[in-house]
């Protein structure tokens, strides 16, 4: 069914203390589409994502095992750069979340870390960040005022200007426009549509609506299990699972 697999996922088991939120997740998430992951509150959507950039790592008491590779690289090997891989690996929030400085300080700060100093270098990879996050011509006359000035849905193509400027292979997106108007809404998910070209990127949505519009695969978990993974079309006109179906159905969630 995936042709060209960028992560392959293998018998995934997540716990955080004694409590398991993911339990053996196998699938493989396609190269330049968009993979969506639907699910009732609390299933383990996030939690799944987070493992893709191991941002887990970060939170106490948690137990990951099984494996995660991405270009056939074993993420969770004890040789992984993690900074390197986060890198690779880029991550949207739900709530935007510029840093309290201008436009374009919050692009180059990334590329800055990474050690380019050139000023016409970084010009470059701001402006091209930006154009790639659909920003551009809203901000080029502005690129030294505060990014927190900006509107929600302008932040939030902010944040995405900041992963791409460290030029990543994958974007994780955890409910980018959940907080965002109908109008940004539909800006974030154009946006999506056009950087499958260059990026893989996996959503997680509560909006399945979205998840519909957006993305080429779909993949519903309940209760920490993965219960169907199919092309989106399928899982939302004739899914495998009863339980794939009331969800998207509306009957439970
Ligand atoms: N840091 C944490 N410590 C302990 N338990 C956690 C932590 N984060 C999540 N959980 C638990 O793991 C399970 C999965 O949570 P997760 O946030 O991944 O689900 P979700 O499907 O993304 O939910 P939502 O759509 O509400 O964000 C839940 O039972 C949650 O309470």
Not at 41 to 52: E, N, P, V
Not at 195 to 201: D, G, S
């Amino acid at each position: 069914m995936i042709k060209n697999p960028k992560i392959i996922v293998e018998n995934l088991n997540l716990f955080y203390g004694n409590k398991k939120a993911l339990d053996n997740i196998s699938l493989k998430i396609p190269e330049k589409l968009v993979t969506a992951f639907i699910g009732p509150s609390g299933c383990g959507k996030s939690t799944f994502l987070r493992t893709l950039n191991r941002m887990n790592d970060l939170i106490e008491n948690v137990k990951i095992d099984g494996k995660v590779f991405i270009d056939e690289i074993d993420i969770y090997d004890k040789n992984i750069d993690v900074v390197e891989l986060r890198k690779k690996v880029g991550m949207i929030f739900q709530k935007s979340n510029p840093f309290p400085k201008s436009i374009y300080e919050n692009v180059a700060f990334g590329p800055k870390i990474n050690g380019i100093k050139d000023k016409k270098r970084l010009d470059e990879i701001v402006e091209r960040s930006l154009i790639r996050s659909a920003l551009w011509d809203e901000v080029k006359d502005d690129l030294n005022k505060s990014g927190l000035s900006l509107s929600g849905g302008q932040q939030q193509r902010l944040c995405i200007a900041r992963a791409l400027a460290v030029d990543p292979d994958i974007l994780l997106m955890d409910e980018p426009a959940s907080a965002l108007d109908p109008i940004s809404t539909t800006k974030i998910e154009d946006l999506i549509f056009e950087l499958k070209r260059n990026y893989t990127i996996v959503i997680v949505t509560h909006n399945m609506q979205q998840a519909a519009r957006v993305s080429d695969f779909t993949a519903f978990f309940y209760m920490g299990n993965l219960i169907e993974y199919s092309d989106t079309k399928k899982i939302f006109t004739s899914p495998d699972k009863q339980q794939t179906e009331d969800y998207i159905r509306g009957r439970f969630g």
